[in-house]
Structure formats: structure tokens, C-alpha cells
């Protein structure tokens, strides 16, 4: 048994949360198991796989983050850190990488540089259909070889030994290391990746790890367990012998009801749970995750979503604040206004203050006349059914119950939901079956980049496909260019296009209030990595 009280392990941080319980009110249940120095927690949806070249969901990073690490990760306060590699430079041209000797994998064989020379090449070929892939445009021929032109041999990565990694850029990309803590960035071993044959992030046993902790048991859809790794080279990250995913679920009602059981060592609270809790005698704090919600609309041809007008029509009928004050009433969320949420940085303080969103308001009369002139460009005296793809979650289905009525109300549209459960939706949103998508983007980065590349024609993540020669000439800008000044300038382009363009409907800033057991130290709510983090939690059985 090993319970970490040094002082060196802090409690305190700005972006979390500690839970002061009244003695004993939270003693019953395994949430804390003490003598084998363990945790049980919930996981909010069934990881869909967990190959980190295909990846794309929250859940699926969660699990990723803790079971592998790349060159470069995260400290306790969200700064970067060194993973694998033990030091690095960024150059205008490039970057290199100098790899630690004591990286290893569950098994105990070395990480190297070609695990990331084979796993960067396997996103980019256009086999893998990694929904990612653009995210390593920045690197030489990267663009070139996803799009068929090269054999993936031709990426600017290169293993020069065991333990250096050079990468040639396209482009000067001075935010290279901050790419490369994202989780697409990982590693994988090529002699263990072909020895699954096609199997690899589908089971347990399909994945070998590198990280503070390994996958050793999952029951799709039911849960998981990770085991400390024996072979991680770190002392400062896997305090846990044990983590113990014992539910897969997003209904806040029940994990509520786990945490106050003593199941589970956190848990989110909606509005209507902080009378409850406050009575509780729960000290409860919020923060904002970094996410945004909005309206994506399907662009391509054929759709009444791809008309301009249509889209008008639906803008000027929305304002999000009604929406969040109103119909969500969740007073951890925040009116979206832009693309860009309020804690993005500009040249010298926030990017929204630098750069002022579109000025909304919401006006019927406006609403309706652009729903005429789609009618007279479509040449139709009344629209389709619009099919509203949600998920299933009660905030999406609250969102989605409240538009059908809005839009049925004002405009006279006959909104059809398709609720679906979250791996379903992401299939939907994949094969763009859906007129509108209730969909949200939280950061893979800390670098405005990671929203204004989101409608590039060549971002799978695009799934409305949104097409437009303006925008992917303003984000080449932003990818490329050295003078922050002309690279926010580019930003506030793509804010304003998104806006004339319609591209999307802005609803809301995610934000969570949360509680957790004061057992618990160390653990981690983030707006940039992993929304939850455990890699630096421990057990304090002082606090019992």
C-alpha cells in the first residue's frame, strides 16, 4: 500500500475543485480503497476505440492520456512538460527531439524514435483515414502524402538513432510543441501493431502502453480497469496503484447518487443538484472546460442547409442566451458568441477583446425575409422536414427539444430529432447523415489554432464540410506566419467569416461544477488535455 501525503504532491489549483465533506458522510462504498490504493470512477461514454491515430471523442482521450505519453505532456497546472523526450528545440525550419534512455514499454522494451516515426506516418496515410491527419499538416509533405500525391515514406519525420527524432516543417510553426502533447501524437510500436492484425485499440489486449498506467481489463460498455505500469520511467505521475472505471454512463442523476453512495470519487453537478449539495454542506466551485457548442449545419449539395439564406433564416431566429438562461439554465455555462471561446489568448490579453465578435441580435423580421428569399432560390413552397442530429444526453436532448419548438414557432419548421447514443452520433456525424448536428469542440491545443483551423476544407473534424477558398486562405496564414499580430489578424478574419458565412450557430461555453472526495488529492479537471486527469492524484488518508 502506498498513500502519498508529501507536501511536494499539491492540493491546490486554480482549475479544480476539493469536495469538504462532513466526517464520515462519504465513508461507505469503494470510491477510496484504501489498502489497495485505488480509486473507482465513471467515464462519461464507451471509448468507440482506442487507436490514438483514429481517435477523436473525449472519452477516448481520457483513457489515452493515461495509458500512453508523448514526447511532450502535461504537469499538474497544464504547462508543458517533458514526457518521452527528455529536451527538444524548435526551430523555424524544424524541430528535434532528444528521446530519454528510461522510456519503456508494459513489456519492457525501449520507446524509441522510430515508435514515433511509424506511428506519424500511419496518420497521414491516407489508409488510416485518421480524422486527424491535418493536424500534422504542418509538418513536410504531411498534406501531400494524406492526400495520396506521396508514399507516407516522404513525411518530414525522421528517427536519425534510437533516442533523436528530427521533423522537417512545411511551414515555421513555433506552436510545434504544443501539437505534439495531443494525443494523436503518440506512439505506437510497429512490431506490436502489425501483430494484431487489424485488431489494434480494440481490446485491452489489442494495445501495449507506455504511459502511468495500462489497460488490463474492459468490458465494452460496462468498464475498465487501469493498473500502475511497472515500466513507466516517472515518479512524479501514477500515484494510483489502481484506477477502477466501474461505470460508463453520462446521466448526471446517477453518478450523483454513486458519489453520494461512495462509489465514485467525483462527480459533475447540474443547477438543480446545488441546492442538494450546498445543504450538503459541499464546498462547490465551476470551471469552464474550454468547450463550444454550437448549431453545425450540413453543407454539402443538396442539403436545404447548404443554402445561405436557410442559414440566415435559422441565425436570426437563434440567440444563444436565451437558449443558456432560459432552457438549459445551467449556471455553469456561458452564452456562446463565436468560435473562438472567451479564454482564447490574442497578441496581448484575450483574443475577444483584441478582436470583438460579430455584434447578434435576434430579429423575426430579418429571420423570416431570408426564409423567402431560400424559398425563391430553392424554388419550394414549403421546406422538408429538417432532420436535428443530437445526443442523448439530457442537456443535448433539452437543447434539441428547445429548437424544434423555437423554429417551429417563428419560422413555421418542422424540426425532426434524431437522438442518437453517442458512438451512433459520431457515425452519423462521419457520414454527414443529418441536416443539423448539435455538435461541440473543445481544445486539442492551447493555441487559437486549435478552433480557426475547424472549417478548413481539408479538417475531417469539418463533418458539416464547409468549403470555402476565404477561409483555408486565412487559416494558412494562421499555420504559417511568425508576427503573432498578422496570425491573430487572420483569426479575426475566420471569426467574422464564420459569422457573414453562417457556418455554424454559436450556442454555449461549456463550463462544470463538481465535487470530489477529500481523500482525493492531485486530481485534475483541464480545458486543455484530458477533461479528467488521475495521472497525478493520489490518496490522502488524512482528509478521511
Known amino acids: 500500500m502506498r498513500c502519498m501525503r508529501s507536501s511536494a504532491y499539491p492540493c491546490?489549483?486554480?482549475?479544480?475543485?476539493?469536495?469538504?465533506?462532513?466526517?464520515?458522510?462519504?465513508?461507505?462504498?469503494?470510491?477510496?480503497?484504501?489498502?489497495?490504493?485505488?480509486?473507482?470512477?465513471?467515464?462519461?461514454?464507451?471509448?468507440?476505440?482506442?487507436?490514438?491515430g483514429r481517435s477523436t471523442d473525449a472519452s477516448s482521450f481520457v483513457v489515452l492520456a493515461h495509458a500512453f505519453e508523448g514526447l511532450i505532456a502535461y504537469d499538474e497546472e497544464a504547462r508543458l512538460t517533458p514526457g518521452v523526450a527528455e529536451r527538444w528545440e524548435i526551430r523555424e525550419d524544424g524541430a528535434t527531439f532528444w528521446l530519454r534512455e528510461d522510456a519503456k514499454w508494459s513489456d519492457g522494451v525501449p520507446v524509441t524514435a522510430y515508435d514515433f516515426e511509424f506511428a506519424w506516418r500511419r496518420v497521414v496515410d491516407p489508409a488510416t483515414a485518421s480524422q486527424y491527419a491535418f493536424i500534422f499538416y504542418s509538418i513536410k509533405n504531411a498534406e501531400a502524402v494524406?492526400?495520396?500525391?506521396?508514399?507516407?515514406?516522404?513525411?518530414?519525420?525522421?528517427?536519425?538513432?534510437?533516442?533523436?527524432?528530427?521533423?522537417?516543417?512545411?511551414?515555421?510553426?513555433?506552436?510545434?510543441?504544443?501539437?505534439?502533447?495531443?494525443?494523436?501524437?503518440?506512439?505506437?510500436?510497429?512490431?506490436?501493431?502489425?501483430?494484431?492484425?487489424?485488431?489494434?485499440?480494440?481490446?485491452?489486449?489489442?494495445?501495449?502502453?507506455?504511459?502511468?498506467?495500462?489497460?488490463?481489463?474492459?468490458?465494452?460498455?460496462?468498464?475498465?480497469?487501469?493498473?500502475?505500469?511497472?515500466?513507466?520511467?516517472?515518479?512524479?505521475?501514477?500515484?494510483?496503484?489502481?484506477?477502477?472505471?466501474?461505470?460508463?454512463?453520462?446521466d448526471t442523476n446517477a453518478k450523483l447518487n454513486l458519489f453520494k453512495d461512495g462509489q465514485i470519487v467525483e462527480t459533475e453537478l447540474l443547477s438543480p443538484m446545488l441546492p442538494g449539495a450546498m445543504a450538503e454542506r459541499w464546498q462547490i466551485d465551476r470551471i469552464m472546460d474550454g468547450t463550444v457548442f454550437f448549431f453545425e449545419f450540413n453543407h454539402r449539395?443538396?442539403?436545404?442547409?447548404?443554402?445561405?439564406?436557410?442559414?440566415?433564416?435559422?441565425?436570426?431566429?437563434?440567440?444563444?442566451?436565451?437558449?443558456?438562461?432560459?432552457?438549459?439554465?445551467?449556471?455553469?455555462?456561458?452564452?456562446?458568441?463565436?468560435?473562438?471561446?472567451?479564454?482564447?489568448?490574442?497578441?496581448?490579453?484575450?483574443?475577444?477583446?483584441?478582436?470583438?465578435?460579430?455584434?447578434?441580435?435576434?430579429?423575426?423580421?430579418?429571420?423570416?425575409?431570408?426564409?423567402?428569399?431560400?424559398?425563391?432560390?430553392?424554388?419550394?413552397?414549403?421546406?422538408?422536414?429538417?432532420?436535428?442530429?443530437s445526443?442523448?444526453?439530457?442537456?443535448?436532448?433539452?437543447?434539441?427539444?428547445?429548437?424544434?419548438?423555437?423554429?417551429?414557432?417563428?419560422?413555421g419548421l418542422e424540426i425532426r430529432i434524431d437522438a442518437q447514443i453517442f458512438k451512433q452520433r459520431l457515425a452519423k456525424m462521419t457520414s454527414g447523415d443529418f441536416d443539423i448536428v448539435l455538435a461541440g469542440w473543445g481544445p486539442d491545443y492551447d493555441d487559437a489554432l486549435t478552433f480557426g483551423d475547424f472549417f478548413a476544407s481539408w479538417n475531417l473534424n469539418n463533418r458539416g464540410r464547409y468549403n470555402s477558398p476565404e477561409m483555408d486562405s486565412y487559416i494558412r496564414t494562421a499555420q504559417s506566419s511568425l508576427d503573432p499580430k498578422e496570425r491573430m489578424d487572420a483569426f479575426g478574419n475566420i471569426q467574422q467569416l464564420v459569422y457573414d458565412d453562417v457556418a455554424m450557430l454559436p450556442m454555449y461555453e461549456r463550463g462544470w461544477s463538481f465535487v470530489v472526495d477529500p481523500r482525493l488529492k492531485g486530481f485534475r479537471r483541464r480545458s486543455v488535455g484530458p477533461e479528467v486527469d488521475y495521472n497525478y492524484a493520489y490518496i490522502d488518508v488524512s482528509s478521511d
Open 146 to 250: 494524406n492526400t495520396g500525391v506521396l508514399p507516407k515514406e516522404m513525411l518530414g519525420v525522421r528517427a536519425v538513432s534510437d533516442r533523436q527524432l528530427e521533423v522537417e516543417f512545411e511551414q515555421p510553426t513555433p506552436y510545434f510543441d504544443k501539437l505534439v502533447a495531443f494525443i494523436t501524437f503518440l506512439p505506437v510500436r510497429e512490431d506490436f501493431y502489425n501483430s494484431t492484425n487489424g485488431r489494434y485499440g480494440a481490446d485491452a489486449d489489442e494495445m501495449i502502453y507506455n504511459g502511468p498506467y495500462m489497460i488490463t481489463d474492459w468490458v465494452h460498455s460496462a468498464s475498465m480497469v487501469w493498473k500502475k505500469n511497472p515500466y513507466y520511467w516517472s515518479d512524479k505521475r501514477g500515484f494510483l496503484d489502481e484506477i477502477r472505471v466501474a461505470y460508463i454512463t453520462s
Open 391 to 411: 445526443g442523448d444526453t439530457p442537456v443535448s436532448l433539452v437543447a434539441s427539444a428547445y429548437y424544434q419548438e423555437l423554429f417551429r414557432k417563428r419560422l
Open 301 to 389: 449539395p443538396g442539403r436545404v442547409t447548404d443554402n445561405l439564406n436557410f442559414r440566415k433564416a435559422l441565425m436570426y431566429a437563434h440567440e444563444s442566451s436565451e437558449l443558456v438562461y432560459k432552457a438549459l439554465k445551467e449556471a455553469s455555462y456561458l452564452p456562446a458568441v463565436s468560435l473562438f471561446p472567451a479564454w482564447i489568448q490574442g497578441v496581448n490579453g484575450p483574443f475577444r477583446e483584441e478582436y470583438p465578435p460579430p455584434e447578434h441580435h435576434m430579429d423575426l423580421e430579418k429571420a423570416r425575409h431570408h426564409l423567402e428569399l431560400a424559398k425563391q432560390e430553392l424554388g419550394v413552397d414549403e421546406f422538408p422536414p429538417i432532420v436535428m442530429l
Open 12 to 52: 491546490s489549483s486554480t482549475s479544480c475543485l476539493w469536495l469538504l465533506l462532513n466526517s464520515g458522510s462519504n465513508s461507505t462504498g469503494q470510491a477510496i480503497d484504501v489498502e489497495d490504493n485505488a480509486v473507482t470512477i465513471t467515464l462519461r461514454a464507451e471509448p468507440p476505440q482506442l487507436d490514438q
